[in-house]
């Protein structure tokens, strides 16, 4: 997302209005289906099996008439793998036929020659393809035996067909972070933009973080090579990296989290943020009366989240109004309090805070939907 | 949202330039909202997207919202500026606001 301003009342920063919340969401995303033909090791939403309570056909045209109404411009579509449900098409043609664009994410398996032509001639499609390493070895230990092969050949397909510029959609990790200037000679290959998110301890990502996470000089790598290149795109996801410089990251530098983002799952929850599949953080539902956007407006929850946040621990921390106190969903998940430091904190704070963490006290998942077989990263040495 | 037509008299604006400060060349132009950007009200004013270019814009300002939607009625920005009833020691950042629009083509320039 490009953003731009204009205008603008003295002394009011554009932060503080959007930390009031909007009418509607400027990011909202919408996933699809809890099935997926993948087991990520990482996976946000534990996904694997379809719920058998997935909004059906009708529910969906419904929602995107909604986001019409409320004038979302775009909805950035995920899962689960969203290809996998059959009216995949018919739900694309009917949100940009309203006037709301698709963004969505895949892992590429539902790309063959003749999807790629379809995706090609449809206006105002984005397509998101995952990998998360720059060589089958790296990706395949997070993603899947064979996963980055189908990535790439999706890549291949999309580009053959003429489709413009995609996107290739990474998410930053320990193993992957040295690979950096590989994953934009990937993307240059392609004619692709790069974007590249932040790890989080949500969902099945609760259980590898720990193994995945960057390292703290690799933070510092990370943010040197994104300040290089303001193009990357990166969702606003690093801003708790600020503090390493003087110099913030591009973005609205902020937890949009009920304010400017929020996530709807397959049965119709509405979440804070794609981060936040737990109970704690659940707004509502678009089942509920009043649909979408009576959650949005006026849930509980929003309403809490638009009001000034307490800086808590980190109100002495001079870094605070760089880091903004990172990311409540990395907070939450790893059982640190939400007023004090990201797990991540750059300066350090956060290995203490996390050491200081008893036993049992990350909150229990509340959703689940994989497959029954485990998933494990694996850590094989490579050859 | 258009904004009513100025009920002062043709030429008020000019009759005081001590008040105009400074002069922008967006002021002669004939802009208006491309085709392809919606406005969506907020409480700050609007959200504005390019559905063209995939760009969000804040217009952190109701004035500057209602003066967009309406610029493509006049003949050139100053007229609009009239129209709408913005205070022409406001003028120059309002030009700024326009001139920065138009160069992420938010705002395009109606031929003559």
Redesign the interface.
Request: overall charge negative.
């Given at each position: 997302?490009?953003?731009?301003?204009?205008?603008?009342?003295k002394g009011e920063t554009?932060t503080d209005?959007l930390k009031?919340g909007?009418?509607?969401p400027?990011c909202l995303t919408w996933e699809l289906t809890y099935a997926c033909n993948l087991a990520c090791v990482h996976c946000l939403s534990s996904s694997g099996r379809r719920d058998p309570n997935e909004l059906s056909t009708a529910e969906v045209f419904g929602l995107i008439d909604q986001f019409a109404a409320m004038?979302v411009?775009?909805v950035n579509i995920g899962g689960g793998e969203p290809m996998i449900r059959p009216d995949f098409y018919d739900l694309i043609d009917h949100a940009t036929s309203s006037?709301v664009?698709v963004k969505f994410s895949t892992n590429g398996s539902r790309i063959d020659a003749s999807g790629a032509r379809r995706l090609a001639a449809m206006d105002?499609t984005?397509i998101q393809i995952s990998i998360d390493g720059a060589d089958a070895a790296t990706n395949d230990a997070v993603r899947g035996e064979g996963s980055f092969a189908t990535a790439t050949a999706a890549m291949d397909h999309l580009a053959e067909a003429g489709f413009g510029p995609f996107k290739i959609s990474v998410v930053m990790t320990r193993q992957n972070i040295p690979q950096l200037d590989a994953f934009e000679a990937l993307a240059n290959r392609y004619g692709a933009e790069l974007r590249l998110t932040r790890l989080r301890p949500a969902g099945r990502g609760a259980d590898s973080w720990h193994e995945l996470h960057p390292q703290p000089a690799q933070q510092v790598d990370l943010y040197n090579w994104l300040i290089e290149r303001p193009h990357v795109l990166t969702g606003d996801s690093f801003f708790h990296l600020n503090a390493l410089g003087d110099q913030n990251l591009p973005g609205l530098n902020l937890c949009g989290a009920g304010r400017v983002v929020c996530l709807i799952d397959p049965v119709g929850d509405v979440y804070a943020c794609p981060f936040v599949l737990h109970d704690e953080f659940k707004a509502g539902s678009v089942r509920d009366p009043g649909g979408f956007a009576a959650v949005w407006r006026t849930s509980d929850l929003f309403r809490s989240l638009r009001e000034p946040q307490s800086a808590g621990a980190c109100a002495s921390c001079g870094q605070f109004d760089a880091c903004q106190g990172g990311c409540m969903a990395a907070k939450f998940f790893t059982g640190l309090p939400l007023d004090g430091p990201d797990p991540e904190c750059v300066t350090g704070h956060g290995e203490a805070a996390l050491a200081g963490v008893s036993a049992g006290a990350r909150p229990e998942p509340t959703l689940n939907h994989s497959k029954p077989s485990p998933v494990a990263f694996i850590t094989k040495p490579r050859r | 949202m258009a904004c009513a037509v100025s009920t002062e008299p043709p030429g008020a604006a000019q009759s005081h330039p001590a008040r105009r400060p400074q002069t922008s060349p967006v002021l002669a132009e004939r802009l208006r909202l491309h085709p392809r950007v919606a406005l969506r009200p907020e409480p700050f004013g609007a959200l504005a997207y390019h559905y063209g270019n995939r760009r969000l814009n804040f217009l952190r300002s109701p004035d500057l919202v209602r003066l967009v939607d309406d610029l493509g009625n006049h003949p050139t920005v100053e007229a609009a500026l009239v129209a709408c009833d913005i205070d022409p020691s406001r003028w120059p950042s309002f030009t700024r606001a326009l001139a920065s629009l138009a160069a992420s083509d938010f705002l395009e320039t109606v031929e003559p």
């Open positions: 997302m490009t953003t731009r301003t204009a205008g603008g009342p554009l209005e009031r909007l009418d509607a400027i004038q411009f775009y006037g664009g105002y984005d | -």
